[in-house]
Structure formats: C-alpha cells, structure tokens
C-alpha cells in the first residue's frame, strides 16, 4: 500500500482503551489505511482486566512489567507473561486481559477484522 513507516515511541499516541478499574491505553499504528493484510501497535494494562473474544490471530510481545491472560472457553487458564514473552491467540478466544505495569506489542491478522465481523 504505501512505502516503510517509522514509528518513534515519543510521538505514539495512546488512548484509553478498557477499564476503570485499573488503567489500559493502546497506540494503534498499523491498520487498514497502511496494510491490506496486517494490523499492529503497543498497548499497556496496568490493574485493569478487559473481557474480549478475539476476533482475529493475535500475537503479543510482551516489553515490560507482568502481562496477563485469563483464558476462557475450554482452556481456562491463565498465562503470565514477562518481558521477552510472546504470547499467540487464535481468532475465536474468549480472555480477559490484565497486567501490572505491562507494555506489550501486538500484530493482527485480518487488519479488517471489524468490517468482517460488522462492527
């Protein structure tokens, strides 16, 4: 679609994203206005535990502090995860997302997830 993108961590913009309790902002920087066929950002939880369903393949780097996913459905079970970790999910995964001072990347795929599923 277009040509190589440079995202500098001073300049990401974070918006609420979940809670209260607990805090949770995410930085979208790759959607569908730059990819046909990926989407990606950073995110942070701190205290905060946010139910989804994932409606896409989802994998997360986590780059600081205790990330945390509670697992629904048949797995039920929690993965705590620190710096360095990398966590996939396959679309269709209920979870709740929770951290301590955690700051994750993420990368999705379809980016078009939400027109896929009429939202």
């Known amino acids: 679609m277009s040509g190589a993108k440079h995202f500098p961590s001073r300049e990401m913009q974070f918006e609420p994203y979940g809670g209260p309790p607990g805090e949770a902002k995410i930085a979208r920087l790759v959607g569908p206005e730059l990819s046909s066929s990926?989407?990606?950002g950073v995110a942070t939880f701190d205290k905060c535990s946010i139910?989804?369903?994932?409606?896409?393949?989802?994998?997360?780097?986590?780059?600081?502090?205790?990330f945390r996913l509670r697992l629904g459905g048949?797995?039920?079970?929690?993965?705590?995860?620190?710096?360095?970790?990398?966590i996939w999910l396959p679309e269709g995964t209920p979870l709740r997302y929770e951290g301590d001072g955690a700051k994750v990347f993420y990368a999705l795929s379809p980016v078009d997830w939400k027109s896929r599923h009429q939202l």
């Open 51 to 66: 139910e989804w369903t994932v409606l896409y393949d989802e994998l997360i780097v986590v780059l600081e502090g205790t």
């Open 38 to 40: 990926m989407g990606g």
């Open 74 to 86: 048949s797995e039920n079970r929690t993965i705590e995860a620190g710096p360095g970790d990398v």
